[in-house]
Protein backbone atom coordinates (compact mmCIF):
# COMPACT_ATOMS: atom_id res chain seq x y z
CA UNK A 1 0.00 0.00 0.00
CA UNK A 2 2.69 2.62 0.86
CA UNK A 3 4.72 1.82 -2.61
CA UNK A 4 1.65 2.44 -4.23
CA UNK A 5 0.45 5.32 -2.23
CA UNK A 6 4.18 7.08 -3.10
CA UNK A 7 3.54 6.84 -6.47
CA UNK A 8 0.02 7.58 -6.53
CA UNK A 9 -0.60 11.75 -6.95
CA UNK A 10 1.52 14.41 -8.55
CA UNK A 11 3.99 11.76 -9.27
CA UNK A 12 1.81 9.85 -11.24
CA UNK A 13 1.48 13.47 -13.49
CA UNK A 14 1.46 12.55 -17.21
CA UNK A 15 1.94 15.49 -19.49
CA UNK A 16 1.94 14.58 -22.96
CA UNK A 17 3.14 16.97 -25.64
CA UNK A 18 2.36 16.76 -29.09
CA UNK A 19 5.01 16.34 -31.34
CA UNK A 20 3.35 18.78 -34.49
CA UNK A 21 4.09 21.33 -31.70
CA UNK A 22 7.60 20.80 -31.91
CA UNK A 23 7.44 19.61 -35.66
CA UNK A 24 5.78 23.10 -36.80
CA UNK A 25 7.57 25.77 -35.22
CA UNK A 26 9.51 26.86 -37.72
CA UNK A 27 6.32 26.62 -40.34
CA UNK A 28 4.21 28.36 -37.94
CA UNK A 29 3.64 31.94 -37.80
CA UNK A 30 6.17 33.32 -34.59
CA UNK A 31 3.81 33.20 -31.50
CA UNK A 32 3.78 36.39 -29.01
CA UNK A 33 6.38 36.87 -27.36
CA UNK A 34 5.14 36.61 -23.87
CA UNK A 35 4.19 33.03 -24.89
CA UNK A 36 6.30 30.15 -24.85
CA UNK A 37 6.25 27.04 -26.27
CA UNK A 38 5.87 24.47 -23.74
CA UNK A 39 7.05 21.11 -23.98
CA UNK A 40 8.18 18.27 -22.39
CA UNK A 41 9.79 17.83 -18.67
CA UNK A 42 9.14 22.25 -19.00
CA UNK A 43 5.43 21.50 -18.67
CA UNK A 44 5.65 18.45 -16.08
CA UNK A 45 7.54 20.85 -13.55
CA UNK A 46 5.02 23.48 -14.37
CA UNK A 47 2.25 21.05 -13.26
CA UNK A 48 3.36 19.95 -10.57
CA UNK A 49 3.91 23.18 -9.02
CA UNK A 50 0.42 24.58 -10.24
CA UNK A 51 -0.76 21.56 -8.37
CA UNK A 52 0.24 22.80 -4.69
CA UNK A 53 -0.14 26.44 -5.19
CA UNK A 54 -3.60 26.11 -6.61
CA UNK A 55 -5.49 27.77 -3.66
CA UNK A 56 -3.84 30.75 -4.23
CA UNK A 57 -4.10 30.69 -7.81
CA UNK A 58 -7.90 31.10 -7.26
CA UNK A 59 -8.00 33.75 -5.35
CA UNK A 60 -5.07 35.50 -6.27
CA UNK A 61 -4.64 34.94 -9.72
CA UNK A 62 -8.21 35.46 -11.22
CA UNK A 63 -10.65 36.37 -9.14
CA UNK A 64 -12.58 37.96 -11.60
CA UNK A 65 -12.91 34.98 -13.78
CA UNK A 66 -13.48 32.92 -10.38
CA UNK A 67 -16.61 35.02 -9.57
CA UNK A 68 -17.87 34.71 -13.24
CA UNK A 69 -17.78 31.12 -12.47
CA UNK A 70 -19.43 30.99 -8.96
CA UNK A 71 -22.53 32.64 -10.13
CA UNK A 72 -22.53 30.63 -13.41
CA UNK A 73 -22.08 27.37 -11.81
CA UNK A 74 -25.33 28.29 -10.12
CA UNK A 75 -27.19 28.55 -12.99
CA UNK A 76 -26.36 25.20 -14.68
CA UNK A 77 -27.70 22.60 -12.96
CA UNK A 78 -26.16 19.30 -14.16
CA UNK A 79 -30.02 18.28 -15.07
CA UNK A 80 -31.14 21.41 -16.82
CA UNK A 81 -31.11 21.38 -20.15
CA UNK A 82 -28.15 22.82 -22.34
CA UNK A 83 -27.62 26.64 -21.72
CA UNK A 84 -29.06 27.57 -24.94
CA UNK A 85 -25.70 29.73 -25.95
CA UNK A 86 -22.87 28.94 -24.47
CA UNK A 87 -21.05 32.04 -22.79
CA UNK A 88 -17.94 32.10 -23.67
CA UNK A 89 -15.91 31.18 -20.52
CA UNK A 90 -16.54 28.51 -17.98
CA UNK A 91 -19.64 26.77 -18.53
CA UNK A 92 -19.87 23.09 -18.63
CA UNK A 93 -22.24 20.92 -20.75
CA UNK A 94 -25.15 19.02 -19.01
CA UNK A 95 -23.87 15.86 -18.33
CA UNK A 96 -25.95 13.04 -17.68
CA UNK A 97 -24.61 9.09 -16.30
CA UNK A 98 -26.71 5.90 -16.16
CA UNK A 99 -25.08 3.14 -14.30
CA UNK A 100 -25.38 -0.78 -14.38
CA UNK A 101 -26.90 -0.81 -17.89
CA UNK A 102 -24.92 -3.76 -19.38
CA UNK A 103 -25.64 -7.09 -17.61
CA UNK A 104 -22.26 -9.00 -18.76
CA UNK A 105 -19.99 -6.85 -17.43
CA UNK A 106 -18.80 -6.75 -13.39
CA UNK A 107 -19.53 -2.73 -13.81
CA UNK A 108 -20.54 -0.78 -17.27
CA UNK A 109 -21.47 3.31 -16.95
CA UNK A 110 -22.52 5.59 -20.11
CA UNK A 111 -21.75 8.94 -19.38
CA UNK A 112 -23.00 12.15 -21.88
CA UNK A 113 -21.95 15.31 -22.28
CA UNK A 114 -23.66 17.16 -24.13
CA UNK A 115 -23.60 15.69 -27.14
CA UNK A 116 -20.37 13.69 -26.29
CA UNK A 117 -21.18 9.85 -25.07
CA UNK A 118 -19.23 7.02 -24.03
CA UNK A 119 -20.43 3.64 -22.66
CA UNK A 120 -17.82 1.70 -20.57
CA UNK A 121 -17.68 -1.62 -19.01
CA UNK A 122 -15.73 -2.98 -16.57
CA UNK A 123 -14.09 -6.51 -15.89
CA UNK A 124 -12.22 -7.59 -12.93
CA UNK A 125 -10.90 -8.51 -10.91
CA UNK A 126 -10.70 -11.31 -13.09
CA UNK A 127 -8.48 -13.85 -14.80
CA UNK A 128 -5.70 -12.86 -16.10
CA UNK A 129 -3.14 -14.30 -18.69
CA UNK A 130 0.40 -15.28 -17.70
CA UNK A 131 2.09 -12.97 -19.74
CA UNK A 132 0.44 -10.27 -18.60
CA UNK A 133 0.63 -11.18 -15.03
CA UNK A 134 2.12 -8.71 -12.28
CA UNK A 135 2.47 -11.00 -9.08
CA UNK A 136 2.04 -7.71 -6.64
CA UNK A 137 -0.57 -5.90 -8.11
CA UNK A 138 -3.83 -6.12 -10.52
CA UNK A 139 -2.95 -5.79 -14.32
CA UNK A 140 -5.08 -3.02 -15.61
CA UNK A 141 -6.06 -2.73 -19.12
CA UNK A 142 -8.03 0.01 -20.99
CA UNK A 143 -9.15 -0.81 -24.44
CA UNK A 144 -11.02 2.55 -26.22
CA UNK A 145 -13.14 1.36 -29.65
CA UNK A 146 -13.92 4.55 -32.14
CA UNK A 147 -17.06 4.95 -32.96
CA UNK A 148 -16.27 3.26 -36.78
CA UNK A 149 -13.77 1.43 -37.91
CA UNK A 150 -10.39 -0.31 -36.59
CA UNK A 151 -8.63 2.05 -33.27
CA UNK A 152 -5.63 3.51 -34.64
CA UNK A 153 -2.86 6.01 -33.14
CA UNK A 154 -4.93 7.98 -31.78
CA UNK A 155 -7.07 5.63 -29.64
CA UNK A 156 -3.68 3.75 -28.45
CA UNK A 157 -2.76 7.37 -27.08
CA UNK A 158 -5.57 7.91 -25.40
CA UNK A 159 -6.20 4.65 -24.10
CA UNK A 160 -2.52 5.06 -22.45
CA UNK A 161 -3.46 7.85 -20.79
CA UNK A 162 -6.62 6.81 -19.47
CA UNK A 163 -4.80 3.29 -18.15
CA UNK A 164 -2.28 6.06 -16.64
CA UNK A 165 -4.81 8.03 -14.56
CA UNK A 166 -6.43 4.80 -13.62
CA UNK A 167 -3.40 3.19 -12.25
CA UNK A 168 -3.27 5.84 -10.08
CA UNK A 169 -6.29 5.64 -8.10
CA UNK A 170 -6.99 2.36 -8.69
CA UNK A 171 -5.86 0.28 -5.46
CA UNK A 172 -4.40 -2.74 -7.61
CA UNK A 173 -2.17 -3.97 -4.76
CA UNK A 174 -5.41 -5.55 -3.50
CA UNK A 175 -5.87 -7.96 -6.07
CA UNK A 176 -2.59 -9.28 -7.28
CA UNK A 177 -2.41 -11.40 -10.70
CA UNK A 178 -5.88 -10.41 -11.58
CA UNK A 179 -7.20 -7.69 -14.22
CA UNK A 180 -9.19 -5.41 -14.59
CA UNK A 181 -10.24 -4.44 -18.11
CA UNK A 182 -12.14 -1.20 -18.93
CA UNK A 183 -13.61 -1.35 -22.23
CA UNK A 184 -14.94 2.23 -23.80
CA UNK A 185 -16.86 2.55 -26.43
CA UNK A 186 -17.03 6.10 -28.08
CA UNK A 187 -20.84 6.17 -28.88
CA UNK A 188 -20.68 9.80 -30.64
CA UNK A 189 -18.04 12.52 -30.17
CA UNK A 190 -18.68 15.84 -29.99
CA UNK A 191 -16.04 17.40 -28.56
CA UNK A 192 -14.14 17.07 -25.21
CA UNK A 193 -14.05 13.03 -25.87
CA UNK A 194 -10.67 12.21 -23.34
CA UNK A 195 -12.59 14.11 -20.66
CA UNK A 196 -15.75 12.29 -21.38
CA UNK A 197 -14.05 8.69 -21.32
CA UNK A 198 -12.24 9.67 -17.93
CA UNK A 199 -15.65 10.34 -16.45
CA UNK A 200 -17.22 7.17 -17.60
CA UNK A 201 -14.24 4.81 -17.22
CA UNK A 202 -14.12 6.43 -13.44
CA UNK A 203 -18.29 5.45 -12.93
CA UNK A 204 -17.54 2.18 -14.32
CA UNK A 205 -15.37 1.41 -11.92
CA UNK A 206 -17.02 2.87 -9.30
CA UNK A 207 -20.05 0.43 -10.21
CA UNK A 208 -18.26 -2.59 -10.77
CA UNK A 209 -16.70 -1.82 -7.25
CA UNK A 210 -12.95 -2.02 -8.02
CA UNK A 211 -11.20 -0.60 -4.97
CA UNK A 212 -10.28 2.90 -5.31
CA UNK A 213 -8.34 5.66 -3.27
CA UNK A 214 -10.45 8.52 -4.60
CA UNK A 215 -12.27 9.24 -8.03
CA UNK A 216 -11.06 10.92 -10.81
CA UNK A 217 -12.93 13.47 -13.45
CA UNK A 218 -11.27 14.50 -16.62
CA UNK A 219 -11.38 18.77 -17.74
CA UNK A 220 -11.36 19.99 -20.94
CA UNK A 221 -9.96 23.52 -21.85
CA UNK A 222 -9.75 25.42 -24.66
CA UNK A 223 -8.13 27.92 -25.49
CA UNK A 224 -8.94 30.32 -28.35
CA UNK A 225 -7.21 32.67 -30.43
CA UNK A 226 -8.14 35.79 -28.36
CA UNK A 227 -6.63 34.32 -24.90
CA UNK A 228 -9.87 33.62 -23.90
CA UNK A 229 -10.49 29.92 -22.34
CA UNK A 230 -13.55 28.22 -22.16
CA UNK A 231 -14.31 24.64 -20.71
CA UNK A 232 -15.36 21.26 -22.06
CA UNK A 233 -15.52 22.72 -26.09
CA UNK A 234 -17.76 20.89 -28.55
CA UNK A 235 -16.20 19.67 -31.69
CA UNK A 236 -15.85 22.93 -33.47
CA UNK A 237 -14.68 24.75 -30.56
CA UNK A 238 -11.82 22.80 -30.25
CA UNK A 239 -11.67 22.87 -33.87
CA UNK A 240 -10.69 26.38 -33.89
CA UNK A 241 -8.95 26.79 -30.59
CA UNK A 242 -5.37 27.63 -30.59
CA UNK A 243 -4.61 25.33 -27.64
CA UNK A 244 -6.94 22.39 -26.46
CA UNK A 245 -5.95 21.17 -22.75
CA UNK A 246 -7.44 18.12 -21.17
CA UNK A 247 -6.72 17.66 -17.03
CA UNK A 248 -7.82 14.17 -14.93
CA UNK A 249 -8.22 15.67 -10.99
CA UNK A 250 -8.54 13.06 -8.48
CA UNK A 251 -11.55 13.60 -5.94
CA UNK A 252 -9.20 14.13 -2.77
CA UNK A 253 -6.82 16.36 -3.20
CA UNK A 254 -7.39 17.63 -6.29
CA UNK A 255 -4.57 16.81 -7.86
CA UNK A 256 -3.32 16.41 -11.00
CA UNK A 257 -3.24 12.77 -12.31
CA UNK A 258 -2.86 13.46 -15.94
CA UNK A 259 -2.80 16.19 -18.56
CA UNK A 260 -2.57 16.00 -21.88
CA UNK A 261 -2.55 18.92 -24.14
CA UNK A 262 -2.20 20.39 -27.68
CA UNK A 263 -0.99 23.75 -29.14
CA UNK A 264 0.37 26.83 -28.27
CA UNK A 265 -0.12 28.08 -24.93
CA UNK A 266 1.47 30.48 -22.31
CA UNK A 267 2.64 29.49 -18.83
CA UNK A 268 0.15 31.54 -16.94
CA UNK A 269 -2.50 30.72 -19.59
CA UNK A 270 -1.79 26.66 -18.51
CA UNK A 271 -2.22 27.62 -14.73
CA UNK A 272 -5.97 29.69 -15.95
CA UNK A 273 -6.74 26.66 -17.01
CA UNK A 274 -5.63 24.33 -14.44
CA UNK A 275 -7.38 26.39 -11.76
CA UNK A 276 -10.68 26.52 -13.88
CA UNK A 277 -10.86 22.63 -14.46
CA UNK A 278 -9.85 22.52 -10.69
CA UNK A 279 -12.72 24.24 -9.89
CA UNK A 280 -15.26 22.64 -12.58
CA UNK A 281 -14.04 19.25 -11.15
CA UNK A 282 -16.10 20.50 -8.06
CA UNK A 283 -19.04 20.18 -10.22
CA UNK A 284 -17.95 17.14 -11.93
CA UNK A 285 -17.76 14.83 -8.20
CA UNK A 286 -21.11 16.64 -7.26
CA UNK A 287 -22.33 15.46 -9.88
CA UNK A 288 -20.85 11.76 -9.63
CA UNK A 289 -22.48 12.02 -5.83
CA UNK A 290 -25.60 12.45 -6.55
CA UNK A 291 -25.95 10.28 -9.22
CA UNK A 292 -24.57 7.41 -7.01
CA UNK A 293 -26.99 8.26 -4.52
CA UNK A 294 -29.12 7.98 -6.94
CA UNK A 295 -28.25 4.60 -8.43
CA UNK A 296 -28.18 3.17 -4.00
CA UNK A 297 -31.52 5.32 -3.17
CA UNK A 298 -33.33 1.89 -4.09
CA UNK A 299 -31.51 -0.57 -1.79
CA UNK B 1 -7.69 35.88 2.59
CA UNK B 2 -7.31 33.57 5.27
CA UNK B 3 -10.49 32.89 5.77
CA UNK B 4 -12.14 32.86 2.07
CA UNK B 5 -8.95 30.44 1.46
CA UNK B 6 -10.55 27.91 4.42
CA UNK B 7 -13.29 28.13 3.28
CA UNK B 8 -12.26 27.29 -0.26
CA UNK B 9 -10.16 24.36 1.12
CA UNK B 10 -13.54 23.12 2.46
CA UNK B 11 -15.58 23.10 -0.08
CA UNK B 12 -12.45 21.89 -2.55
CA UNK B 13 -12.04 18.78 -0.54
CA UNK B 14 -16.00 18.34 -0.60
CA UNK B 15 -16.11 15.42 1.41
CA UNK B 16 -13.87 16.23 4.44
CA UNK B 17 -13.80 13.55 7.18
CA UNK B 18 -17.03 12.84 8.44
CA UNK B 19 -18.01 11.09 11.73
CA UNK B 20 -18.38 7.43 10.75
CA UNK B 21 -21.68 7.80 13.21
CA UNK B 22 -23.17 10.21 11.28
CA UNK B 23 -22.99 8.92 7.74
CA UNK B 24 -23.89 5.73 8.66
CA UNK B 25 -26.66 3.47 6.38
CA UNK B 26 -25.79 6.70 3.59
CA UNK B 27 -23.72 6.29 0.83
CA UNK B 28 -20.01 7.01 1.02
CA UNK B 29 -17.62 7.48 -1.82
CA UNK B 30 -14.10 6.22 -2.66
CA UNK B 31 -11.89 8.44 -1.00
CA UNK B 32 -13.86 9.90 1.81
CA UNK B 33 -12.35 9.74 5.49
CA UNK B 34 -14.19 8.63 7.96
CA UNK B 35 -13.72 9.23 11.54
CA UNK B 36 -14.11 6.71 14.66
CA UNK B 37 -16.00 7.42 17.65
CA UNK B 38 -12.75 8.24 19.42
CA UNK B 39 -11.68 10.84 17.09
CA UNK B 40 -14.81 12.54 16.43
CA UNK B 41 -13.22 14.66 19.61
CA UNK B 42 -10.21 15.59 18.11
CA UNK B 43 -11.47 16.82 15.14
CA UNK B 44 -9.91 14.16 13.00
CA UNK B 45 -5.64 14.65 11.71
CA UNK B 46 -6.55 17.95 10.66
CA UNK B 47 -7.94 19.69 13.95
CA UNK B 48 -4.49 18.09 15.85
CA UNK B 49 -3.18 21.71 16.66
CA UNK B 50 -5.91 22.90 18.26
CA UNK B 51 -6.34 20.16 20.55
CA UNK B 52 -6.43 21.39 24.08
CA UNK B 53 -3.65 19.23 25.92
CA UNK B 54 -4.97 16.99 28.15
CA UNK B 55 -3.32 15.33 31.14
CA UNK B 56 -5.14 12.47 30.77
CA UNK B 57 -4.23 11.83 27.21
CA UNK B 58 -2.87 8.26 27.57
CA UNK B 59 -5.47 6.76 29.72
CA UNK B 60 -8.81 7.55 26.56
CA UNK B 61 -10.59 4.14 26.34
CA UNK B 62 -9.83 2.60 23.51
CA UNK B 63 -12.11 1.05 20.85
CA UNK B 64 -11.91 -1.57 19.10
CA UNK B 65 -13.01 -1.14 15.41
CA UNK B 66 -12.64 -4.13 12.60
CA UNK B 67 -12.54 -2.74 9.36
CA UNK B 68 -14.28 -4.70 6.79
CA UNK B 69 -15.03 -4.73 3.24
CA UNK B 70 -15.10 -1.17 1.35
CA UNK B 71 -12.73 0.57 4.02
CA UNK B 72 -8.93 0.28 4.78
CA UNK B 73 -6.70 1.98 6.96
CA UNK B 74 -3.95 4.55 6.65
CA UNK B 75 -1.86 5.28 9.48
CA UNK B 76 -5.14 6.39 11.93
CA UNK B 77 -6.78 7.50 9.12
CA UNK B 78 -10.32 5.05 8.06
CA UNK B 79 -10.74 5.62 4.03
CA UNK B 80 -13.74 4.06 1.93
CA UNK B 81 -11.98 2.28 -1.09
CA UNK B 82 -15.87 1.69 -2.39
CA UNK B 83 -19.37 3.36 -3.26
CA UNK B 84 -21.77 2.09 -1.29
CA UNK B 85 -23.70 2.24 2.04
CA UNK B 86 -21.71 2.16 5.10
CA UNK B 87 -23.06 -0.08 7.59
CA UNK B 88 -22.28 -0.91 11.47
CA UNK B 89 -22.67 -3.76 13.74
CA UNK B 90 -22.26 -3.28 17.35
CA UNK B 91 -20.06 -5.31 19.19
CA UNK B 92 -20.93 -6.29 22.38
CA UNK B 93 -18.64 -4.18 24.46
CA UNK B 94 -21.01 -1.04 23.30
CA UNK B 95 -19.51 2.53 22.88
CA UNK B 96 -18.77 3.02 19.34
CA UNK B 97 -16.92 -0.37 19.27
CA UNK B 98 -17.90 -2.87 16.32
CA UNK B 99 -17.53 -3.51 12.80
CA UNK B 100 -17.74 -1.09 9.86
CA UNK B 101 -17.77 -1.95 6.41
CA UNK B 102 -19.71 -0.91 3.25
CA UNK B 103 -22.58 -2.78 1.21
CA UNK B 104 -22.04 -2.32 -2.15
CA UNK B 105 -23.92 -3.64 -5.25
CA UNK B 106 -21.34 -5.49 -7.67
CA UNK B 107 -21.28 -8.19 -9.68
CA UNK B 108 -17.83 -9.67 -9.16
CA UNK B 109 -16.93 -12.02 -6.25
CA UNK B 110 -13.84 -11.80 -4.33
CA UNK B 111 -12.96 -15.23 -2.49
CA UNK B 112 -13.67 -14.96 1.32
CA UNK B 113 -12.55 -17.93 3.97
CA UNK B 114 -15.41 -18.84 5.44
CA UNK B 115 -17.94 -18.50 2.47
CA UNK B 116 -20.26 -21.38 1.46
CA UNK B 117 -20.45 -20.40 -2.34
CA UNK B 118 -21.87 -22.53 -5.52
CA UNK B 119 -19.06 -23.50 -7.86
CA UNK B 120 -18.57 -25.76 -11.64
CA UNK B 121 -16.50 -28.30 -11.77
CA UNK B 122 -14.30 -27.64 -14.42
CA UNK B 123 -11.33 -30.02 -14.39
CA UNK B 124 -10.18 -33.10 -12.92
CA UNK B 125 -6.58 -33.53 -12.15
CA UNK B 126 -4.97 -36.34 -10.00
CA UNK B 127 -7.00 -36.03 -6.82
CA UNK B 128 -8.03 -32.34 -7.16
CA UNK B 129 -10.84 -30.57 -9.07
CA UNK B 130 -10.66 -27.53 -10.27
CA UNK B 131 -13.67 -25.33 -9.15
CA UNK B 132 -15.29 -22.18 -11.22
CA UNK B 133 -16.36 -19.51 -8.47
CA UNK B 134 -16.83 -16.93 -10.13
CA UNK B 135 -13.89 -15.40 -8.81
CA UNK B 136 -9.80 -13.81 -10.38
CA UNK B 137 -9.12 -17.62 -10.45
CA UNK B 138 -10.90 -21.55 -9.97
CA UNK B 139 -10.67 -22.79 -6.26
CA UNK B 140 -9.34 -25.93 -5.96
CA UNK B 141 -11.15 -29.11 -4.08
CA UNK B 142 -9.21 -31.76 -3.04
CA UNK B 143 -11.41 -35.47 -3.56
CA UNK B 144 -10.63 -36.16 0.03
CA UNK B 145 -12.63 -33.30 0.79
CA UNK B 146 -16.09 -34.75 1.36
CA UNK B 147 -17.99 -36.44 3.53
CA UNK B 148 -16.84 -40.31 3.71
CA UNK B 149 -14.81 -39.63 0.78
CA UNK B 150 -11.12 -42.17 1.59
CA UNK B 151 -8.17 -42.96 -0.69
CA UNK B 152 -10.09 -46.22 -1.58
CA UNK B 153 -13.60 -44.45 -1.63
CA UNK B 154 -13.64 -41.57 -4.54
CA UNK B 155 -16.89 -39.48 -4.52
CA UNK B 156 -18.49 -39.30 -7.96
CA UNK B 157 -17.70 -35.51 -9.27
CA UNK B 158 -17.77 -35.45 -12.55
CA UNK B 159 -17.01 -32.11 -14.91
CA UNK B 160 -19.69 -29.41 -15.03
CA UNK B 161 -21.59 -31.01 -11.81
CA UNK B 162 -22.14 -28.33 -8.92
CA UNK B 163 -20.31 -27.96 -5.80
CA UNK B 164 -21.69 -26.40 -2.77
CA UNK B 165 -18.74 -25.70 -0.49
CA UNK B 166 -16.76 -23.65 1.83
CA UNK B 167 -13.48 -21.85 1.45
CA UNK B 168 -10.61 -22.48 3.93
CA UNK B 169 -8.09 -21.36 2.13
CA UNK B 170 -8.97 -17.45 0.51
CA UNK B 171 -6.50 -14.93 0.55
CA UNK B 172 -5.18 -12.47 -2.13
CA UNK B 173 -1.93 -14.05 -2.86
CA UNK B 174 -3.20 -17.40 -3.01
CA UNK B 175 -5.49 -20.00 -5.33
CA UNK B 176 -8.61 -20.69 -2.99
CA UNK B 177 -8.93 -24.22 -1.53
CA UNK B 178 -12.73 -25.14 -1.05
CA UNK B 179 -14.03 -27.97 1.54
CA UNK B 180 -17.27 -29.67 1.22
CA UNK B 181 -17.06 -30.94 4.78
CA UNK B 182 -17.24 -29.20 8.12
CA UNK B 183 -14.71 -29.05 11.14
CA UNK B 184 -16.14 -32.39 12.22
CA UNK B 185 -15.91 -34.10 8.65
CA UNK B 186 -19.81 -33.73 8.05
CA UNK B 187 -21.11 -32.72 4.90
CA UNK B 188 -23.87 -30.44 6.56
CA UNK B 189 -25.35 -29.54 3.58
CA UNK B 190 -22.33 -29.48 1.23
CA UNK B 191 -21.14 -31.24 -1.48
CA UNK B 192 -22.55 -31.90 -4.88
CA UNK B 193 -26.12 -30.54 -5.79
CA UNK B 194 -28.30 -32.65 -7.44
CA UNK B 195 -29.18 -33.26 -11.49
CA UNK B 196 -32.39 -30.99 -11.67
CA UNK B 197 -33.00 -27.33 -10.79
CA UNK B 198 -31.77 -24.16 -11.76
CA UNK B 199 -28.79 -22.30 -11.37
CA UNK B 200 -28.82 -18.80 -12.07
CA UNK B 201 -26.78 -15.76 -11.12
CA UNK B 202 -27.61 -12.11 -9.56
CA UNK B 203 -25.51 -9.32 -7.68
CA UNK B 204 -24.01 -10.19 -4.46
CA UNK B 205 -25.64 -7.61 -2.37
CA UNK B 206 -29.25 -9.31 -3.32
CA UNK B 207 -27.82 -12.83 -2.16
CA UNK B 208 -26.49 -10.86 0.98
CA UNK B 209 -29.75 -9.36 1.41
CA UNK B 210 -31.77 -12.81 0.82
CA UNK B 211 -29.22 -14.69 3.57
CA UNK B 212 -30.14 -11.83 6.24
CA UNK B 213 -31.14 -13.32 9.35
CA UNK B 214 -35.43 -12.99 9.06
CA UNK B 215 -35.50 -12.41 5.79
CA UNK B 216 -39.44 -11.88 4.58
CA UNK B 217 -38.65 -12.47 0.72
CA UNK B 218 -37.49 -15.87 1.23
CA UNK B 219 -40.13 -16.76 4.15
CA UNK B 220 -42.90 -15.21 1.31
CA UNK B 221 -41.31 -17.48 -1.32
CA UNK B 222 -41.41 -20.67 1.11
CA UNK B 223 -44.63 -20.56 1.29
CA UNK B 224 -45.80 -20.19 -2.47
CA UNK B 225 -44.60 -23.36 -3.83
CA UNK B 226 -42.49 -26.33 -1.72
CA UNK B 227 -39.24 -25.58 -3.03
CA UNK B 228 -35.07 -26.35 -2.14
CA UNK B 229 -32.92 -23.68 -2.85
CA UNK B 230 -29.18 -23.12 -2.08
CA UNK B 231 -27.47 -20.01 -1.96
CA UNK B 232 -23.83 -19.28 -2.85
CA UNK B 233 -22.29 -15.77 -1.18
CA UNK B 234 -20.60 -15.93 -4.61
CA UNK B 235 -23.87 -14.74 -6.45
CA UNK B 236 -25.14 -17.81 -7.72
CA UNK B 237 -28.69 -19.00 -6.37
CA UNK B 238 -29.68 -22.97 -7.18
CA UNK B 239 -33.53 -23.66 -7.37
CA UNK B 240 -35.84 -26.29 -7.87
CA UNK B 241 -39.34 -26.87 -7.43
CA UNK B 242 -42.01 -29.60 -8.02
CA UNK B 243 -41.94 -28.40 -12.10
CA UNK B 244 -39.83 -26.18 -14.50
CA UNK B 245 -42.31 -23.80 -14.51
CA UNK B 246 -42.47 -23.18 -10.77
CA UNK B 247 -38.86 -23.22 -10.63
CA UNK B 248 -38.81 -20.33 -13.37
CA UNK B 249 -41.20 -18.44 -11.27
CA UNK B 250 -39.26 -18.52 -7.84
CA UNK B 251 -35.91 -18.09 -10.09
CA UNK B 252 -37.53 -14.86 -11.85
CA UNK B 253 -39.47 -13.09 -8.47
CA UNK B 254 -35.70 -13.60 -6.67
CA UNK B 255 -34.36 -11.81 -9.67
CA UNK B 256 -36.78 -9.36 -9.13
CA UNK B 257 -36.62 -8.99 -5.85
CA UNK B 258 -33.35 -6.73 -5.98
CA UNK B 259 -35.01 -2.97 -7.16
CA UNK B 260 -38.59 -3.75 -5.26
CA UNK B 261 -40.03 -2.25 -2.58
CA UNK B 262 -41.56 -4.01 0.38
CA UNK B 263 -45.22 -2.96 -0.98
CA UNK B 264 -44.55 -3.60 -4.64
CA UNK B 265 -43.37 -7.20 -3.56
CA UNK B 266 -45.88 -7.62 -1.19
CA UNK B 267 -48.11 -6.82 -4.67
CA UNK B 268 -46.37 -9.28 -6.52
CA UNK B 269 -46.60 -12.05 -3.92
CA UNK B 270 -50.41 -11.81 -3.75
CA UNK B 271 -50.89 -11.91 -6.99
CA UNK B 272 -48.53 -14.96 -7.26
CA UNK B 273 -50.38 -16.70 -4.23
CA UNK B 274 -54.21 -16.35 -6.37
CA UNK B 275 -53.05 -17.91 -9.43
Known amino acids: MAFLDSLGGSRRDQIVSKRRDTCGRGSRRAPHPSWRLLIGYAVCTQARASGRKRQSLLHVGSPAMEESMQTETKVRPESGAESGPRSPSCTLRHFACEQNLLSRPDGSASFLQGDTSVLAGVYGPAEVKVRKEIFNKATLEVILRPKIGLPGVAEKSRERLIRNTCEAVVLGALHPRTSITVVLQVISDAGSLLACCLNAACMALVDAGVPMRALFCGVTCALDSDGTFMLDPTAKQEKEARAVLTFALDSVERKLLMSTTKGLYSDAELQQCLAAAQTASQHVFRFYRESLQRRYSKS | ?275
Not at chain 2, 29 to 46: A, C, F, I, V
Not at chain 2, 75 to 87: A, E, I, S
Not at chain 2, 229 to 248: C, D, E, H, P, S
Open chain 2, 1 to 275: MAEPAAHAAESFAGCRARAARTVLDQVVLPGEELLLPEQEDGEGPGGAGERPLRLNAGARPRVRVVCGPGLRRCGDRLLVTKCGRLRHKEAGGGGGSGVYWVDSQQKRYVPVKGDHVIGIVTAKSGDIFKVDVGGSEPASLSYLAFEGATKRNRPNVQIGDLIYGQFVVANKDMEPEMVCIDSCGRANGMGVIGQDGLLFKVTLGLVRKLLAPNCEILQEVGKLYPLEIVFGMNGRIWVKAKTIQQTLILANVLEACEHMTADQRKQIFSRLAES
